[in-house]
């Protein structure tokens, strides 16, 4: 990693393309206190604190109330009228037009308004254009919507407060959409100041299918065609912006050998429009996780015949990007190879929350985007300084910004800099301002950026885009728990383990290469017990669940003799590790997830070859195990020490934790590492001693682990395992008399067997039961919500890990209304997946576990096709014959009835529903008496609430996917036919298994 005041020396002349390159990934998700004390050192020290005066209508923040038209009749204060303004940008949320005005027409009545108004006060509340007002003092930071809208209610009539939020939303839409059509947008240019230049907009999210990427290029081309046809010699010919994650649905990372030759043809077919035209074009900003690949993209085309010296290829950079500086030192580099002009659009950064979110869910190491806006317009002001230097001719500055100290910043940087640059505004923001810049003849070239699209294609976050350069604005996200559990583990920074981000080509690499190294290794699995391996059985061959040829290693099966030999020393055993103290039990857990760490590379191996886990999902798997030691250390450490009860005078009550006995852990193959740790971390940090009992279809990882768990510390005495058949030693390992207690994760009917065992013990204590078992988990969307996102979180929810998670999704209930688009996108975004070896990067579905799974499977899925329920069945080929695969489907069903039990694979079925039915479909999934996860897409909270108050499953799910397995950032809970608890991952699961003890005793006094 080089350091950043590099590029501001003549040091950085020297460096090749490949050093240049490099440092992009080094700064991905630096250190931000450290990559902060590098920007401040930076700011020169010669620069005016004092900002270029523009004029004192200038320094004041534009109303960004100013333009929306509520008529003056209505007598409505300000608070009012930011409230109705606020309200109507939560409906811009909406799918589509229709869908508002239904909703407007439900919702604000004098049945509902009430009942309305009061759940969506916080959702009202939290609108870019209340924070605002906050912001500005235009409303007092305490006050609640709800007050204002029972105002409103007893000033105005219904029919009235319908009529006035339907015309705000569209004038709202107006605001953020220049034009609903290219040719319209055309026509609308011509009224606008022909001392302006434009870029258009073709309003697109990233594409979630083939069709919908191929109509973002088609709009596209339409839009060049329509430029060419337009007469423009009397003003500067608009620009295109386009976005490159609309043009293919799976612009991906892991994808990229795929989508980077796909995406420069599409590109390439465009730019021999544009070029013919000299219609410039620019990239449109993409998160974090596809800057490489943009960047990869872009160098493509810029080499290509079409572009190289032409100059009307350009890129747009984010300051709040850690990389933003080491990508302008790329891109100069590449600009004065080529001797081409490459336009640089820098705006401050749109995706902020998204990329919070992202991090914590990858584990990422940090953030890659800076989380403080004061950090934020440091590095757009470093960006100016780099942009304007004129020892960069080839850069062509376009800054984009609203903000009156920004670009006074600007100005003044300008000041010393003889090169040309831009200024770029959004369609109705900051009008006033820029006119009052060209009134104090501001030699920039100002250019409007306009929208073009429909209500149907607005993205979600693109009002707060608008609103995001507003003063004072401060964002820091709390630290993520797997970086607060880690802290203090490690003596010091260098010591600790570096996370691999995938999304990086150069980690990604050096990660699949360590990976490979264990391409040949055979492990080793076989009854643990003092320490030792027991070979009581013959060896037998595993192999992997993708190729039936490749072997992974040798099995050796527990013995009855081997199960009661693992009584005998974990009994024995029990009494000295009960003694050691928390402290010591946590800091050995603790040691524990370290080592997991360092093997990490040696685990996603196994994980992938023993299970069939693809890249992501193994290094997801390591994480989660990681996070639930940690997790659960910390809390031992917090919550076992001896409490204080409340006593008589003269007396002290103590409760004190201590471990039961002997804890049976029985793990699943689904998850055959993280399960595994934390059912047995648990067992040992509350002083229980542990017989483990991996699943038969993955003892691999298990024995590894343990090995790993005996190298922390962990006595020898306290834990054996026994792997095996479950049909072999099962009755031996719960009727054992010695036994405590036990934690299960696996098929219900297991669990019954287990309980059923359990209860015909003779003349043995009732021990507890601590079950995870299956469910038949379901997603209730309805027609408010966003489609692209129902499908996004479906395709998670229900194939990541080829379906084989507890929490995966099984039933999917789709509206009337939206159902026939719903599931034509599903089919498309299906098509896009990969299934094959999980050991490729680009692999989205492995196999299932084993060949009793894929005959159930299959079973099922035939008698569906027989009775005509078959919606969609992807494709296999004969090159998926050497492994267990099924191919990811979708089918119909009427009633979650149908359904006798859970189908554990890539097999999602589809319920429609009337919308006044939603009462009797919760009634049929409550009579399941699963009780696991529960995901919703709606925007309505009514029906929000309703369903949560009717329903009784233990994960809820709003707006999201419900199957993220990463205990840092959702805990698994179970009940009913799901499940026993204590959740895990939550505060109370150590509890379920701890002994506790009350100690009294009277106090001596000398007298």
């Known amino acids: 990693m080089f350091p950043l005041s590099l590029y501001f020396t003549d040091q950085h002349v020297k460096w090749n393309a490949a050093q240049l390159w490099n440092n992009i990934p080094a700064y991905y998700c630096a250190n931000e206190e450290a990559v902060v004390s590098q920007l401040s050192d930076l700011i020169p020290d010669n620069e005016q604190h004092t900002l270029r005066k523009l004029t004192p209508v200038g320094e004041q923040p534009e109303d960004p109330f100013c333009t929306v038209p509520l008529s003056s009749d209505l007598r409505l204060n300000n608070e009012q009228q930011i409230a109705l303004i606020s309200l109507a940008e939560t409906l811009l949320h909406l799918p589509d037009e229709q869908c508002i005005s239904a909703f407007i027409e439900e919702k604000l009545t004098s049945t509902h308004g009430q009942s309305f108004f009061e759940l969506n006060s916080t959702a009202i509340q939290h609108t870019a254009t209340w924070k605002q007002a906050v912001r500005l003092q235009q409303i007092p930071a305490e006050t609640e919507a709800r007050s204002l809208f029972s105002q409103l209610v007893q000033q105005l009539d219904y029919p009235l407060i319908r009529t006035t939020v339907s015309d705000t939303v569209a004038a709202l839409r107006q605001q953020l959409i220049f034009s609903p059509d290219i040719r319209q947008g055309l026509m609308q240019i011509r009224n606008h100041p022909d001392n302006q230049a434009y870029t258009i907009n073709i309003l697109g999210e990233s594409a979630v299918t083939d069709e919908s990427a191929r109509h973002y290029l088609s709009l596209c081309v339409e839009a060049l065609k329509a430029i060419a046809a337009e007469d423009f010699t009397d003003r500067p010919i608009p620009s295109l912006s386009i976005k490159l994650s609309a043009l293919h649905p799976r612009l991906e990372p892991l994808k990229s050998n795929q989508v980077i030759e796909e995406v420069t043809q599409r590109m390439l077919y465009l730019l021999i429009l544009a070029r013919s035209e000299n219609i410039a074009i620019t990239l449109e900003a993409e998160e974090s996780s596809r800057q490489e690949l943009m960047l990869q993209i872009f160098e493509n085309l810029l080499r290509s015949e079409l572009c190289r010296g032409w100059g009307g290829l350009g890129v747009t950079l984010q300051a709040y990007s850690k990389r933003a500086l080491p990508i302008l030192g790329w891109l100069n580099f590449l600009a004065e190879e080529l001797q081409t002009p490459i336009p640089v659009r820098l705006v401050k950064g749109g995706y902020l929350n998204g990329e919070i979110g992202y991090a914590q869910q990858q584990g990422l190491p940090d ?5 403080r806006q004061e950090t934020t317009d440091l590095s757009y002001r470093l960006c100016v300084h780099y942009l304007l230097d004129n020892h960069r001719p080839l850069l062509r500055p376009q800054f984009a910004s609203h903000n009156a100290t920004t670009i006074g910043q600007i100005l003044n940087i300008a000041e010393q800099s003889t090169k040309a640059f831009e200024l770029h505004r959004q369609h109705s923001l900051g009008e006033k301002f820029f006119t009052l810049l060209r009134a104090d003849n501001c030699e920039a070239v100002q250019r409007v950026y306009l929208t073009i699209g429909t209500q149907a294609q607005l993205p979600p976050h693109l009002f707060r885009r608008q609103l995001n350069s507003e003063p004072g604005f401060t964002f820091a996200p709390p630290k993520p728990d797997y970086l607060e559990a880690s802290s203090g583990v490690y003596a010091s920074v260098d010591e600790k383990p570096q996370g691999t981000i995938l999304d990086s080509q150069q980690q990604r690499q050096q990660l699949l290469k360590k990976i490979d190294s264990f391409c040949n290794t055979q492990w080793l699995a076989a009854p643990l017990i003092n320490g030792e391996p027991v070979r009581s059985r013959p060896a037998e ?8 040829s490749l072997p992974t290693g040798e099995l050796f099966r527990s013995s009855v003799d ?15 590790w009960n003694r050691v103290t928390v402290s010591r039990r946590a800091m050995i857990i603790s040691r524990f997830a370290d080592l997991l760490e360092q ?9 992938i070859r023993e299970s069939g886990k693809t890249l992501r999902d193994a290094m997801g798997e390591i994480r989660e195990a990681v996070a639930l030691c940690r997790l659960y250390a910390d809390q031992a450490s917090s919550r076992l020490a001896p409490q204080p009860l409340v006593s008589m005078a003269g007396d002290e009550k103590v409760l004190r934790y201590d471990g039961r006995g002997i804890f049976v852990c029985i793990s ?17 940090l509350t002083g229980n001693t542990v017989v483990a009992k991996p699943a038969s279809s993955a003892p691999l990882i298990a024995y590894r682990a343990t090995q790993l768990l005996l190298d922390a510390g962990v006595a020898k005495d306290a834990i054996a395992l026994l792997p095996g058949s479950s049909d072999s030693i099962d009755e031996q390992l719960i009727t054992d008399f010695r036994l405590s207690g036990i934690a299960f994760t696996g098929s219900n009917r297991s669990a019954g067997i287990i309980a059923r065992l359990l209860a015909q013990r003779a003349s043995a204590p009732v021990v507890p039961l601590i079950t995870e078992t299956s469910g038949l988990n379901v997603m209730i969307t309805d027609n408010s919500a966003l489609p692209e996102l129902i499908v996004r979180d479906v395709i998670e929810s229900a194939y990541n890990s080829a379906g084989q998670r507890c929490s995966a999704l099984r039933v999917l209930y789709l509206q009337e209304e939206t159902a026939d688009q719903l599931e034509s996108m599903l089919i498309g975004a299906i098509q ?12 989205d579905l492995g196999p299932v576990i084993d060949n009793h799974a894929l005959q159930a499977l299959h079973g099922h899925i035939e008698h569906c096709r027989i009775h005509d329920r078959l919606i969609f069945e992807g494709e296999l080929t004969a090159r998926h014959d050497v492994g267990y695969f099924v191919a990811p489907t979708l089918i119909r069903l009427y009633s979650i009835d149908e359904l006798s039990e859970e189908h554990f694979g890539p097999v999602l079925h589809i319920i429609r529903y009337q919308k006044d039915n939603l009462e009797r479909i919760m009634e049929e999934i409550n009579r399941t008496v699963y009780g696991l ?26 707006k999201r996917s419900q199957s993220s397995p990463y205990a840092s950032s959702q805990r698994f809970a179970s009940t009913g036919l799901s499940g026993t608890g204590p959740k895990a991952g939550s505060p109370n699961y150590l509890s379920g298994f701890t002994q506790e003890t009350i100690c009294s005793s009277s106090q001596d006094y000398l007298t």
């Open 599 to 607: 093997h990490r590379e040696e685990l996603i191996a196994l994980c």
């Open 668 to 684: 699943p193959w689904n998850f055959p590492l993280a399960i595994w740790a934390g059912q047995v971390v648990a067992a040992l």
């Open 367 to 371: 953030y890659p985007v800076y989380t």
């Open 933 to 958: 996860s529960l995901s919703i897409h709606s925007q309505d909270n009514q029906t929000i609430q309703q369903i949560c108050t009717r329903l009784r499953p233990a994960n809820i799910a709003i």
């Open 562 to 576: 081997d199960v009661r030999e693992a009584f005998t020393v974990t009994r024995t055993g029990f009494v000295g």
């Open 832 to 843: 896009t997946l990969t299934v094959g070896d999980p050991g490729k990067p680009d692999t």
């Open 541 to 548: 061959i595993t192999v992997s669940p993708f190729n039936l």
